[in-house]
């Protein structure tokens, strides 16, 4: 049986492509779910790839994933990084490999961005490689979880 990892995008990602594209670029979050497909069946993974624009919806899926035995998830939590005890909590719970992932550096932008509450419970965080940091994220996460490339 084939393991499972979800990858989890807050609010705003379903508007990528439209949302600021000299930072975000013209990839849409359609795209980013193309990608990590692919780059889950190189490595033999099954995926779950939700967006939800609401925190509570969020919390709801992370621990989906731990009901449903994830083996980590890949999270983009976007603004709710800087806010949300409630999704810390959530992903402190699940005791799955986490990696948080941003597609622009936010240690190059407002102060506020700078703090992430994800960080505190994530294995590894990638910020600033766009939309392929998705693709890198699910690599680092693979090697936890020891899944092999094919």
Aim: glycine share 8%; net charge neutral.
């Amino acid at each position: 049986m084939a393991q499972t990892i979800y990858v989890l995008n807050g609010p705003n990602l379903n508007m990528l492509g439209v949302r600021e594209p000299t930072k975000y670029g013209s990839a849409t979050l359609k795209d980013v779910e193309t990608l990590c497909a692919d780059t889950c069946k190189r490595f033999g993974l099954d995926m779950v790839f939700r967006q939800s624009n609401v925190e509570g919806e969020l919390v709801t899926l992370i621990q989906e994933a731990r009901i449903n035995k994830a083996s980590g998830i890949v999270i983009n939590p976007a603004a709710y990084t800087h806010t949300s005890v409630a999704i810390l909590d959530a992903l402190t719970l699940t005791e799955l490999p986490v990696i948080e992932i941003h597609i622009t550096n936010v240690h190059q932008r407002e102060s506020f961005r700078h703090h992430s509450y994800v960080s505190k419970v994530a294995r590894g965080v990638l910020a600033g490689f766009g939309i392929q940091g998705y693709a890198l994220a699910i690599e680092g996460l693979a090697g936890m979880i020891g899944a092999k490339e094919r």
